[in-house]
């Protein structure tokens, strides 16, 4: 049997084969060919071996990577699969290793670190899931809530809360029929993930007798996981901002040449041993793996003041919940979603379907473990039965009338989560909808793309009540309280609030209030960006301006003192500065492993790389807001989520990193768009060519018409 393969004018690979096991090869050796970069530092990554070719900066992620049993967790999950899954998985992987090599032998970053490309395992792609999703649930926040706790107070942790202007995650909508242009249902959206060269989301068409799906493949995965049109039925999700990961404060001591942990039961063997970590340029780092009951050891050690765990459910069960993906790629009726997405184990999502017979479908998936309240919200007690998990909690669901939104929210997924993104995307998404009717898969840019940032209002409140003010600050004062509350690139009015809210966050985040949390406890690198006070100051910025939030914070007087700074600065478009306009500053600033930093790029992130949507961002050097690469549009509450660090800097780390548009009443008739391109290869036709369309918020179109395509020659994807 062989596979063939086709490509659009965009580079974008449609697969077709005699069988699901034969696309699978395909899928996975046109991967290897198109990614290979990128799925083979995911590979070491999830093996904890990136420092080996990245150097010292990648130690904090391998030593992570290595405590948290990430490979080993995917080893079990794989034993685990069911056999006709597991032979699935293994023709992706067979065709991964088929395409290596060729993929390696067209990227020069292979040779520029010396770096041969691998085999993969069976269990890989299981690997590279849990390493994209590990900080999916964002566990980190409940060492910064021991932190503010310990710190300021119990009373302080709400005010942190990510319900703030800088929790971005992902938008999605889901149009009925009666609000369409066609009769039939439309499902569109965006996920905000770091914005990754070479990109999180593979464009690709997967097609064989049984089923023929377009949709959004995640490079090193099989199939499609997250957005996907099979022709009948069309799914999405966004992340349900679900509470699934537990933390425990441990009690290890060594013991008669081990390592035991104090539990429920007094004190039991934990499992451990040490992995040496080679690094590039440098010695080997030793790390001493631990696991108790709980789960491994994330935080200190048994020669420790301090010992954390982590209990997540891959590891706690064996299972992952890839028995979905090839029950995806069949689904016909919204009820087939719904079956495949009951098998989903982590990350815990919200889903939206609509089929082209009108079902409709709106729905949590996931394993959310039932435990104590105090679980949920920070650090708890190993030994104390009361912390244990106790089951599985049910997973919501809501009807679906006309419009359904997902915006990471407090919504369908409220029970199961503390900390949720604020309403104003939700709420802005509905207006727009509500405000036309009609809609086509064309027209759903004017929703991606709408710049409107309801958040402004807190701080342009303190503003107007600002009497007695120097000339210079009275005129930015009526220029700021006239504008229009869009955060367009070309807008100096957009770029001015910018400033003036950067200063106000540098200002609050040194006040004396908060100078208790100046000093972080030592815990691993990795975490560090959930413990950095700037960027916890931006998100909670409009709960810490209201009255009375914390003692001794004026926010009156803060305002006012950010006020006159940036008035009197070149950042102010009154005197002509140079950060006029907000695109000046606010421009894309793609995570590379191995950077080639053109002129004012900022650095890599090996140390920790992009975590998942709702992380804080990685700090790239205070308000460094005049380097990056093309001006961006929007801002991380916006619909048009362009996501920055208010007060740290103004480059977009995270923003949409795709979009789609799936029409149930003509799939060819569906849009797409990923900020860069098809081929994960710097320098190739294919590397960014979607930029400019996916900068300027067009959607292109999703080709369906095999005689439209054009079918690669001497690429025999049969057995090997």
């Given at each position: 049997m062989t596979a063939r393969v086709f490509r659009d004018r965009w580079g974008v690979p449609h697969l077709r084969a005699d069988d699901p096991a034969e696309l699978a090869f395909a899928q996975g050796r046109?991967?290897?060919?198109?990614?290979?970069?990128?799925?083979?530092v995911e590979r070491h990554r999830s093996l904890g071996t990136s420092a080996a070719f990245l150097g010292a900066d990648a130690v904090p992620w391998d030593r992570f990577a290595r405590r948290t049993r990430l490979d080993d967790t995917a080893r079990r999950c794989h034993a685990r699969l069911d056999a006709a899954t597991a032979a699935?998985?293994?023709?992706?992987?067979?065709?991964?290793?088929?395409?290596?090599?060729?993929?390696?032998?067209?990227?020069p970053r292979f040779g520029a670190v010396a770096l041969p490309p691998g085999r993969w395992e069976p269990w890989t792609p299981l690997a590279i899931w849990l390493t994209h999703h590990v900080l999916f649930a964002g566990f980190p926040g409940k060492l910064w809530r021991e932190h503010v706790a310990r710190r300021l107070g119990p009373a302080a942790v709400p005010l942190f809360h990510a319900d703030g202007p800088a929790?971005?995650?992902s938008n999605g909508w889901l149009l009925a029929g009666s609000r369409t242009a066609t009769g039939a249902a439309l499902l569109a959206g965006d996920p905000h993930r770091y914005i990754e060269d070479p990109g999180i989301y593979q464009q690709i068409r997967l097609a064989c007798p049984e089923y023929d799906v377009v949709g959004l493949a995640v490079p090193g995965v099989p199939g499609i996981a997250h957005f996907g049109h099979t022709g009948a039925v069309a799914w999405a999700i966004t992340n349900a901002m679900a509470d699934y990961q537990d933390l425990y404060a441990e009690r290890l001591r060594r013991h008669g040449g081990g390592v035991e942990a104090y539990g429920p039961d007094g004190w039991r063997p934990a499992r451990t041993h040490t992995e040496p970590i080679e690094v590039a340029g440098g010695d080997p780092?030793?790390?001493?793996?631990?696991?108790?009951?709980?789960?491994p050891v994330v935080v200190g050690g048994p020669d420790s003041s301090e010992a954390i765990s982590l209990r997540y459910p891959s590891r706690a069960t064996g299972e992952l919940g890839f028995a979905a993906l090839p029950a995806l790629l069949r689904a016909r009726t919204v009820a087939d979603v719904d079956a495949a997405v009951d098998r989903w184990v982590e990350p815990v999502n919200v889903v939206l379907a609509a089929d082209t017979a009108g079902g409709l479908l709106h729905r949590v998936a996931g394993a959310v473990p039932d435990r104590h309240t105090d679980n949920r919200l920070g650090v708890v007690p190993a030994w104390a039965p009361a912390y244990a998990w106790r089951g599985w909690h049910?997973?919501?669901?809501?009807?679906?009338r006309d419009v359904a939104v997902m915006a990471n929210e407090c919504g369908v997924s409220a029970p199961l989560g503390v900390e949720f993104a604020p309403p104003h995307r939700a709420r802005r998404i509905r207006e727009l909808l509500d405000a036309s009717s009609g809609w086509s898969a064309g027209r759903m840019g004017e929703v991606h793309t709408d710049t409107y940032l309801a958040p402004a209002e807190p701080l342009l409140a303190l503003l107007a009540d600002l009497a007695d003010l120097p000339p210079e600050a009275a005129t930015l004062r009526d220029r700021l309280l006239r504008w229009d509350r869009r955060m367009a690139a070309a807008s100096g009015d957009a770029g001015a609030f910018a400033a003036l809210r950067s200063a106000l966050v540098r200002r609050i985040a040194t006040h004396p209030a908060l100078a208790a949390l100046a000093e972080p406890p030592a815990y691993p690198e990795v975490f560090a960006p959930w413990l950095a006070v700037s960027p916890r100051v931006a998100i909670a910025l409009n709960t810490l301006l209201v009255p009375g939030a914390l003692p001794g914070l004026d926010a009156s007087a803060l305002t006012r003192d950010a006020l006159l700074e940036v008035a009197g600065s070149d950042q102010d478009p009154a005197v002509g500065g140079t950060g006029a306009r907000w695109?000046?500053?606010?421009?894309?600033?793609?995570?590379?492993?191995?950077p080639d930093p053109g002129p004012g790029d900022p650095p890599s992130d090996a140390d920790t790389g992009p975590d998942a949507e709702t992380g804080p961002e990685l700090p790239v050097g205070p308000d460094r807001g005049a380097a990056g690469g093309p001006e961006l549009d929007g801002d991380h509450d916006c619909v048009l989520a362009t996501s920055s660090v208010p007060g740290f800097t103004d480059l977009c780390l995270r923003g949409p990193a795709a979009r789609y548009a799936w029409d149930l009443a003509r799939r060819e008739?569906?849009?797409w768009v990923v900020p860069l391109g098809a081929d994960g290869v710097p320098g190739t036709a294919h590397h960014d060519d979607q930029l400019a369309a996916w900068r300027r918020g067009e959607l292109l179109a999703v080709v369906t018409d095999w005689a439209e395509l054009t079918e690669e020659r001497g690429t025999d994807e049969g057995r090997d």
């Open positions: 046109v991967t290897g060919h198109d990614r290979a970069w990128q799925i083979e699935w998985v293994g023709r992706y992987v067979d065709g991964v290793n088929a395409g290596l090599a060729d993929g390696a032998a067209r990227d929790s971005s995650g780092v030793e790390v001493e793996v631990v696991e108790t009951d709980r789960g049910p997973m919501p669901r809501a009807d679906v695109g000046a500053r606010h421009r894309l600033a793609p995570w590379r492993a191995l008739d569906s849009r």
